[in-house]
């Protein structure tokens, strides 16, 4: 506890919540994803996001990147409060700060690597080229190449390129690895990491795979809405120590 107060002093909060709840409803059935959750992430640092299914990890990522609000509780980013926003403000928002990494790529078949991460470069305030983006994602070698003649892992890099390419102040996946197999999915963590490392792109990253945990600064777990835990790991690890 002690290093994570000496973090808060010396590195300024990308993410404030304070107590966040979101209640679900259809009908009469009730279903609490989250109950009053407190959580920061800072500047550099990458976030592991452990839980069962259903604990609320999707639903907690969905806030902090501006695709739902909660019932109750306020979100930050920097000084800036998220759940005072219109949905013009939100939408702006997850155009000009956020990159998000999905399960599934969501590529447009008819496209090359360098023609769908070109998508979001033209409409981003301050992007990367194409090109360096998929450097950095590990493809320097693929990017005329169209979806359907890349793997799986390779398809997920592409992905990873279209977030970070408008260069966003946060980087949020949620189980990008969990349709991949171990080897393909430590070069999907290495591409991340090295993300993290070379452009201090604050991340957090969702898994059901208390493994990947190691490769982060700091691991959060929930269960049943909540943050059961919240330290940083003593000792991180590169992507290619993982095994699961």
Known sequence: MAAQAEQTETRAAVFRTQGITRVYRTGTVEVRALRGVDLALYEH??????????????????????????????????DRELTRASDAQLTAFRRDHV??????????????????????????????????????????????????????????????????????????????????????GVKVLEALYDVNRDLGTATVLITHNAEIQRIGHRVVVLADGRVTRDEENATRVQPSEVTW
């Open 45 to 78: 640092e990458m976030v592991v996001l452990l839980g069962a299914s259903g604990s609320g990890k999707s639903t907690l990522l969905n806030i902090l990147g501006g695709l739902d609000l909660p019932t109750e509780g306020q979100v930050f980013f920097r």
């Open 99 to 184: 990159g998000f990494v999905f399960q599934f790529y969501n590529l447009v078949p008819s496209l090359t690597a360098r023609e769908n991460v070109a998508l979001v470069t033209e409409i981003a305030r301050n992007p990367m080229r194409p090109e360096e983006a998929l450097e950095r994602a590990g493809l320097p070698d693929r990017m005329d190449h169209f979806p359907a003649e890349l793997s799986g892992g390779e398809q997920q890099r592409v992905a990873i390129a279209r977030a970070i390419a408008k260069r966003p102040d946060v980087l949020l996946c949620d189980e990008p690895t969990g349709a991949l197999d171990s080897k393909t």
